[in-house]
């Protein structure tokens, strides 16, 4: 794991230029695992990303696609065998990116199901007050 890129005290209007910055960064196609705790902002971070402002928590339908991004919450996944079930390659032909939250604890097996047609990033949102957060952008 390296370090690429990290962002202090980010508030949720930084998010459009840091997105584009995080373009800059990370070449498609490319995974990008986004970790931090309840609240952190990874589905707030990802509404930034797909730039429709309408994009909710996937965590009841598992995985959402908005044009060339594919958009996962795996929170509710118990056992890295449920990802399988998930069908996860059939979403991401011709996609550039694939945001995951919940997705650490499953990257062997992600990489496993997805292959290395893709990198993989891992980006980590830390809770730095009540509006403002640091990230911090890691290869995989």
Known sequence: MSSL??????????LPNLVIELKEVVQPPCVIILDGPIG???TTFTRAFLDTGAVSSPTYSI??????IVHADL???EKKEELIHLEI????EEKDYFLIEWGMPYFYELQRIIGDE??????????AGEKTRHLTLLKL
């Not at 995985?63 to 060339?68: F, L, P, Q, R, S």
Request: proline share 3%; no cysteine; aromatic share 16%.
């Open 5 to 14: 890129r990290s962002w202090k005290k980010v508030l949720e209007s930084d």
């Open 40 to 42: 952190a902002g990874k």
């Open 63 to 68: 995985i959402n696609e908005v044009d060339n």
């Open 75 to 77: 929170y509710r996944i």
């Open 89 to 92: 390659p059939m979403y991401l």
């Open 118 to 127: 893709f990198k993989y990033f891992q980006l980590k949102i830390d809770i």
